[in-house]
């Protein structure tokens, strides 16, 4: 489907043709899923480059920007979350020439929202500016987006943390694995623009529209500052994941080993004396012997449950946390 938008610093209308920029307007043309000849007519409308649309055509999501002959495309990505773990991406496809801009774009990207919200909210700067100010204004928003998925990335995280200090799962485990591939297709994706934006920002250092690329600059390099946080945090959750489960592991360990501790001399001692010739049900007619060894197994446990317990290793008590307080460094214990 093939929309355009024709505006210049007196009014905004819909439809238009190349033909008006020769009378001062800014010409943008949207195709969204666009069929075989719709794109044949815009390529030859306004001599888009064939490699180019090639790119769209085999749906090509590797981020980059070529300056061609007349024009320049430039290749980013719409990301979002299809649902809870899997991230989805969009090509976002943009041609740049003097007077006009075409982008092409699955349904999936509602670009349209985006430029009308760009030529509402900030009306007069953008119509008063050429159409270069619309296509970094278009990258500005496709960049805020990208503060929105890492928002949600950011409460992962948050809940992945706390999660961890309770008892570990395989699926926490995968839940982790999975987080963190994201963060890194994430953060090669952010580095990709960074370096478009930056290539444009030293292409148009004499344009008046380099506030708004210089402004996309300082927000994708936040971005970065961010998920690479993101990325040190997820490390250092895993690292406090894998020693988790090693501390239940060396507890259930611990347990058993005390169990097989205590039931050891209890084993001894039963065996030395021995059960086959006594008749288990008559216990009152028991000889005084089977007494002594009931008496000292009995014995040998508690001295050994009291042992173990002295030195901590059934049954410990975990000592208080100590914090300080930051103005009379006092200790506080909770």
């Not at 590797?62 to 290749?75: A, E, G, K, Q, Y």
Request: with cysteine; hydrophobic share 40%; aromatic share 10%.
């Amino acid at each position: 489907m093939q929309n355009i938008i024709s505006y210049n610093e007196m009014e905004v209308r819909k439809g238009g043709s190349k033909d008006d920029i020769r009378q001062g307007y800014n010409i943008w043309v949207d195709l969204t899923d666009p069929t075989t000849p719709e794109l044949l007519n815009v390529q030859q409308s306004y001599h888009l480059d064939g490699k180019a649309l090639e790119e769209y055509i085999n749906k090509s999501k590797r981020p980059h920007v070529r300056v061609l002959d007349n024009h320049s495309f430039t290749l980013v990505l719409d990301m979002k979350y299809g649902d809870a773990r899997t991230l989805v991406t969009e090509g976002v496809y943009l041609f740049l020439g003097r007077g006009w801009l075409v982008t092409i774009h699955s349904s999936e990207v509602d670009l349209r929202a985006i430029v009308n919200h760009i030529l509402e909210e900030k009306n007069r700067p953008i119509l008063e500016s050429s159409v270069d100010a619309l296509y970094c204004n278009i990258l500005s928003s496709i960049v805020d987006k990208y503060e929105q998925l890492l928002t949600a990335i950011g409460l992962s995280v948050t809940d992945i943390e706390q999660r961890s200090f309770y008892r570990p799962s395989r699926k926490m485990l995968e839940y982790l694995d999975n987080l963190s591939r994201q963060i890194i297709i994430l953060r090669r994706h952010f580095w990709h623009i960074r370096d478009i934006i930056n290539f444009l920002t030293h292409m148009q250092e004499d344009k008046p529209d380099i506030k708004y690329l210089k402004i996309v600059y300082d927000d994708i390099n936040q971005i970065i500052e961010l998920v690479e946080s993101y990325q040190d945090t997820v490390n250092s959750t895993r690292e406090l994941y894998i020693a988790n489960v090693s501390l239940q592991m060396n507890d259930t360990v611990r347990t058993l080993t005390l169990f097989s501790a205590i039931l050891l001399p209890l084993t001894f001692i039963s065996s030395v004396y021995g059960m086959n010739g006594l008749d288990l049900n008559n216990i009152l007619k028991m000889p005084i012997g089977f007494t002594i060894v009931m008496l000292t197994m009995a014995a040998v446990a508690a001295a050994l449950f009291v042992f173990f317990k002295k030195k901590q290793w059934i049954l410990a008590r975990e000592p208080p946390v100590v914090e300080y307080d930051r103005k009379d460094k006092k200790p506080m214990q909770h």
